[in-house]
């Protein structure tokens, strides 16, 4: 029971810490971080002193400071950061990948990211425009590029989006996501919840965070992510995702194979964009 609630508070922390510093790449574009189970359950910490913090990034403040040889709770990762707990102390928050290994072993394990690499990184926090199709990138199959087939359930925008989205995956070598049918309710719901409650964010006040409503609405996964934007048209909200190195991330995922679509009318933005990700 105490392991459950442990677990809770550091994946509570560490996701709703994230998404305040997901925003900053584009001002109506927001990625979440992508949440991963590891194989592994304890972990040693490599570095001479370690901060952990209180979310995935080097800009939330220090919670505490572990030293080489001491021993976490590894529970999942977002990004490049684990979410840990230090049981001697009672020490929870992030803490960069690259300082723990698996205890006995001499590297540490965690789930590949895509071998497909997107446009050389542009600095934060305002990207620089970037070729969606690297130099290296293998050429799409002809069934990836031929004319896409309109999915039943889709309005005109949320096609046109994913359309444009396949374009880009196919582009980089990558197989067309598909539409997941209960996905694609929770994606629309979520952008009808933010244009209602007039609010920005990957954290719900009605559902929570993208993880915590996918499993709401039962949807399994292995891995997960979100793009939201608020823009004028869907060529608009696609571009800025692909200018921004976190939403071009989910967008380029080869974890991922479904996604969900909802596109509302926005009086704020024009229109309202969500976009779910999953990999089952």
């Known amino acids: 029971m105490k392991r459950k609630i442990v677990l809770l508070v550091v994946l509570a922390l560490v996701l709703t810490g994230g998404t305040g510093l997901l925003g900053l790449g584009f001002q109506n574009a927001s990625a979440a971080t992508t949440f991963q189970k590891v194989n592994f359950v304890t972990g040693v910490v490599t570095a001479d002193s370690l901060n952990v913090r209180q979310g995935p990034s080097t800009k939330f403040p220090v919670v505490c400071v572990l030293k080489k040889g001491q021993t976490v709770n590894v529970f999942g990762k977002l990004g490049d950061w684990y ?57 799409a199959s002809p069934t990836a590029q031929a004319p896409a087939t309109p999915v039943t359930g889709l309005n005109a925008d949320e096609q046109l989006t994913l359309e444009l989205i396949n374009k880009e995956r196919a582009k980089a070598g990558l197989e067309p996501l598909k539409i997941d049918a209960e996905l694609q309710k929770v994606a629309r719901l979520k952008a ?89």
């Open 83 to 139: 979410a840990v707990y230090e049981p001697a102390s009672g020490c929870v928050g992030a803490v960069s990948s690259k300082y723990i290994k698996q205890q006995g072993t001499t590297t540490g394990t965690t789930t590949k990211k895509p071998t497909k690499t997107s446009a050389p990184k542009a600095p934060a926090p305002t990207p620089a425009k970037a070729s969606p199709a690297p130099a290296t990138a293998a050429k």
């Open 192 to 280: 009808k919840d933010m244009v209602e409650k007039n609010y920005f964010s990957h954290q719900s006040p009605t559902y929570g965070s993208p993880f915590d409503m996918m499993r709401q609405f039962n949807i399994s996964f292995r891995t997960a992510g979100e793009n939201i934007a608020g823009n004028r048209t869907v060529e608009g909200a696609v571009q800025a995702w692909m200018n921004s190195e976190g939403h071009r991330k989910n967008i380029l995922n080869a974890n991922f194979n479904y996604t969900g679509i909802g596109v509302v009318e926005s009086p704020q933005y024009g229109k309202m964009f969500v976009q779910m990700f999953i990999g089952k």
